[in-house]
């Protein structure tokens, strides 16, 4: 089964402090995604990377940046945490010409 | 642009009843459409998808659903439901003429479906 890890589950930071999410998928995936979900706006890309220190902006990138140095590894920064990013943050991973992206379980990220 | 819209927030169905979840969309060529689902704090699980070919596919745990071109319709069905359905349904499409970025995906607000027992 692909499987696909979120470094944590829940997740509380104060205004201005850096925030590091982390993604790992173990199926040697190339393609791997970062989008924030909030109610009542569904899920929404923030980056993604088609492979290995590749990286393309999503919907709203606004305020966050990638890093992948590895082709398992794709973490979403929040450079200076605000509160309007609390939020669900969801990865997700799929092979090259495959169809369906599949998901962790989700970083459930609060700033105060 | 790909679009899609979920027109209800809220499902409500009786167990046994049959049950489905609305999708539209909107791709400037031909689609792929997908259907996930969420339970409670857990992240988005694959159900099924319309890649290509007879136009009612079929999913796990029962679930089905109709491509109709006409309509840019993808609605998801089940004939009869169960409460352990209850769960948050998002739809998402990718066009599939779709340039570089085209993996990604536009998916729906998401309905909440529940079942009453």
């Known amino acids: 089964d692909v499987k696909v890890t979120q470094s944590s589950r829940y997740l509380v930071k104060r205004t201005g402090e850096k925030v590091f999410l982390e993604c790992v998928q173990d199926?040697?995936?190339?393609?791997m995604f970062w989008y924030r979900q909030d109610p009542g706006l569904g899920l929404r890309l923030i980056y993604f990377s088609y492979d290995v220190k590749m990286k393309e902006k999503g919907d709203i990138p606004e305020g966050y940046s990638v890093s992948r140095e590895k082709k398992e590894r794709f973490s979403l920064i929040l450079e200076s945490a605000s509160t309007n990013q609390t939020s669900m943050y969801l990865c997700?991973?799929?092979?090259?010409?495959?169809?369906?992206?599949?998901f962790g379980p989700g970083t459930r990220l609060t700033v105060t | 642009a790909q679009s899609v819209a979920q027109p209800e927030d809220q499902v409500n169905v009786a167990e046994g009843n049959p049950l489905t979840v609305k999708c539209t969309y909107s791709v400037s060529g031909n689609p792929y459409l997908f259907w996930y689902v969420q339970y409670p704090n857990r992240g988005l699980q694959f159900r099924l998808k319309y890649i290509t070919g007879d136009n009612l596919v079929k999913g796990s745990y029962g679930f089905e659903a109709e491509f109709n071109k006409s309509q840019t319709s993808f609605h998801l069905k089940k004939p009869s439901a169960l409460v352990s359905d209850s769960a948050l349904y998002f739809c998402?499409?990718?066009?599939?003429?779709?340039?570089?970025?085209?993996?990604?995906?536009?998916f729906g607000k998401g309905t909440k479906l529940s079942v009453i027992p």
């Open positions: 998402a499409v990718r066009d599939i003429y779709s340039g570089a970025g085209s993996y990604q995906l536009t």
């Open positions: 199926m040697d995936h190339e393609n």
């Open positions: 997700a991973s799929h092979p090259t010409g495959y169809y369906e992206q599949y």
